[in-house]
């Protein structure tokens, strides 16, 4: 794969790196002017008497200093105009990472094992001394570049004194730079292959030091056993490092004693032929002075920031390959007002897997239906809603909206319709309201769908508690937070979902959204939605059957497919799986073992049919 390094820098601006171009440089020829100016120096000293001597070395001699102080004020300069061209390519190098992997129109991409760890590797957070951010590529070959010219200006000097000594030099100094290059190599190559090792290092260190697992380490003491598993993955990883440690040390050595060998080979000449009259003591500083300045610039660029950037800029590139840019909107809308939803003849496997999730399934929801899906676990109604969502397209057949297929309104025009309640929703650490707002973070924040949302979701007496009502954050981490419990979190989700809707979505969706909370919160939540839905459509999955009963049809699914279907009462006439379900449920109630079906007395199976709405 072709890799540009500097492409990164781009997002530095012009300005910044010229100037930065402009600073590398003038460092890259300074040895050069310095063997000049050294040359110069001593060949003024040379038969000067005494009290011209200061006349004749005062120009060079403030010339050296100059090129001194230039030094210094150049490393000054550089450093802040270095930083900032860095953070500027990182952080538009991120953006643009982030961007493309929340552009992906379904989750079936990013849910590849390997996608993950390109992502990983192409975040430019560098977890270890191996990995490098795209800006330390780009600058070493920036470095690198300049370097080449700073080399071509002292073997110019060097060739100005003594033309002999610039292949001996020259030709060492390229091999053992290359040579140099190949062994930074083989050592970062030697520790990427410990990163699993690591991995799983890190995973005992996490263990022992986290909160979670330190019940377990105290009550089963596995606090040394840990430390042991630890240990050993530490030495498996390290173990081989250590040795090609051993071995780079001793190529740094040898490269060492072939710089003084072949120095020597120019130095001893050139002194010798200074000392014999054949040349001038100037001419054997400079071309020491040059000479020595190649050794040098082999190393204004480490090549431990080449070899560590191209992991990041390779995971870069395939990654943008792999995830397609945002894609336009598609180019259908949906008309204004209710629609009806269709499966028709969906199929579905997950990327990857053989296994067929859905099974030529037709389903249809009508505007304003409160549709409730059951099944056991592993029959795929999770699925069945992410397909729903857009997150992932089906493997054949198709779904409408209001008669258009979702691939032809296109993600983003489909999600503003739709709003959701997934099973494994996310505790943002934001306050309440934006916690809530962020059902249409597209839209300026509406006051009245917030606050109706909220109403919906129960959410009035839980925020009534918080220290700040809606701008309390929602992490006891930040100033002024607090931490909700589970319901509580559950409740601030719904309202999400339903600030959505009161702003517009016309399809609420919902996976087990009232798991953790309280019966009477749950019943007073499904009262108001079934009250107020109008032509929303509500999907529910609940395992809790005395909510599902509220349903206007049931829909049981099993093997992929809808095996029965109708009103609670249906159903329970039908005497099927569903009745089943609800009788076992009913029964294990009435022993005291699960929770799932009390509720308020008059919504108990087994006790009662007709629903009650409480206030
Ligand atoms: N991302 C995924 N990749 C591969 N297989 C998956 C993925 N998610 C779910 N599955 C598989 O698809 C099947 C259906 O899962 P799904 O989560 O839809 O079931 P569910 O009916 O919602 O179950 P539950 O009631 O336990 O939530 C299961 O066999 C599951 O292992």
């Known amino acids: 794969m072709r890799i540009v390094f500097l492409r990164p820098l781009r997002a530095a601006g012009p300005v910044l790196l010229t100037a930065l171009l402009t600073l590398l440089l003038l460092q890259a020829l300074l040895p050069a002017a310095t063997a000049l100016a050294m040359g110069e120096l001593v060949g003024r000293v040379r038969g000067v008497p005494g009290e011209e001597l200061w006349q004749a070395v005062l120009w060079p001699l403030l010339a050296f200093t100059g090129l001194l102080l230039g030094t210094h004020l150049l490393e000054c300069l550089t450093e802040p105009l270095d930083f900032l061209a860095r953070a500027r390519a990182d952080g538009d190098h991120r953006r643009r990472l982030l961007l493309r992997a929340a552009s992906t129109p379904t989750l ?188 040098t610039l082999a190393e204004y660029c480490d090549p431990r920031d080449v070899v560590g950037a191209r992991a990041c800029l390779e995971a870069t590139a395939e990654l943008e390959r792999l995830l397609p840019v945002r894609p336009a909107a598609g180019a259908a809308d949906l008309a204004e007002g209710p629609f009806t939803v269709r499966f028709e003849d969906v199929s579905f496997r997950y990327p990857g897997t053989d296994r067929t999730v859905l099974d030529r399934l037709d389903l249809e929801i009508a505007p304003g239906e409160l549709l409730a899906i059951v099944g056991m676990n592993g029959a795929g109604k999770s699925t069945l809603i992410k397909l729903l969502a857009g997150l992932y397209t089906p493997t054949s057949g198709r779904i409408t909206a209001g008669g258009t297929d979702l691939a032809d309104l296109g993600p983003e025009t489909w999600r503003r319709h739709v709003s959701m309640v997934f099973q494994d929703f996310v505790r943002y650490e934001l306050s309440a309201a934006e916690n809530v707002v962020l059902g249409r973070a597209d839209r300026p924040r509406d006051e009245q769908a917030l606050a109706r949302a909220a109403a919906d979701a129960g959410l009035s007496p839980v925020l009534q508690r918080l220290p700040a009502g809606w701008d309390t954050p929602l992490a006891r981490s930040r100033t002024g937070g607090v931490d909700l419990s589970g319901g509580q979190w559950q409740q601030i989700v719904l309202a999400r979902a339903l600030y959505a809707v009161h702003s517009g979505a016309g399809l609420l969706v919902l996976d087990e959204p009232t798991a953790h909370l309280d019966v009477r919160t749950e019943f007073d939540v499904f009262a108001r939605l079934a009250r107020r839905r109008g032509d929303t459509g509500v999907v529910l999955i609940s395992h809790r059957l005395s909510t599902v009963r509220q349903a206007d049809r049931i829909v049981l699914l099993d093997g992929g497919r809808i095996t029965e279907q109708g009103t609670h009462d249906e159903l329970m006439a039908l005497g099927g799986t569903y009745a089943e379900m609800f009788h076992i449920q009913a029964e294990r109630f009435r022993r005291g073992y699960d929770d799932r079906l009390d509720g308020p007395p008059d919504d108990r199976p087994g006790t009662a049919t007709t629903q009650g709405e409480s206030a």
Not at 116 to 132: F, G, I, S
Not at 214 to 238: A, C, I, P, S
Not at 273 to 281: D, F, P, Q, R, Y
């Open 108 to 295: 079936e991409v990013l849910e590849r094992p390997g996608t993950r760890q390109l992502l990983r590797t192409a975040a430019a957070d560098p977890e270890n001394w191996t990995e490098r951010k795209p800006s330390d590529g780009a600058v070493a070959q920036l470095r690198l570049l300049c370097a080449a010219v700073g080399f071509g200006a002292s073997a110019v000097v060097l060739a100005g004194y003594a033309w002999w000594a610039v292949p001996v030099l020259v030709v060492p100094a390229v091999a053992l730079r290359v040579h140099f290059g190949r062994s930074i190599s083989a050592f970062v190559r030697r520790w990427l292959a410990g990163t699993g090792a690591w991995d799983q290092m890190m995973v005992w260190a996490s263990a022992l030091a986290s909160g979670g697992a330190g019940k377990d380490v105290r009550v089963f003491g596995l606090g040394e056993w840990m430390v042991g598993r630890m240990r050993h993955h530490l030495l498996e990883m390290f173990e081989p490092v250590w040795r090609e440690h051993i071995r780079h040390l001793w190529r740094c050595l040898a490269h060492g004693a072939v710089v003084l060998a072949v120095l020597l080979c120019v130095f001893v000449p050139a002194a010798s032929s200074a000392a014999g009259g054949e040349s001038t003591v100037a001419a054997a500083t400079a071309a020491l002075s040059a000479g020595w300045s190649l050794f």
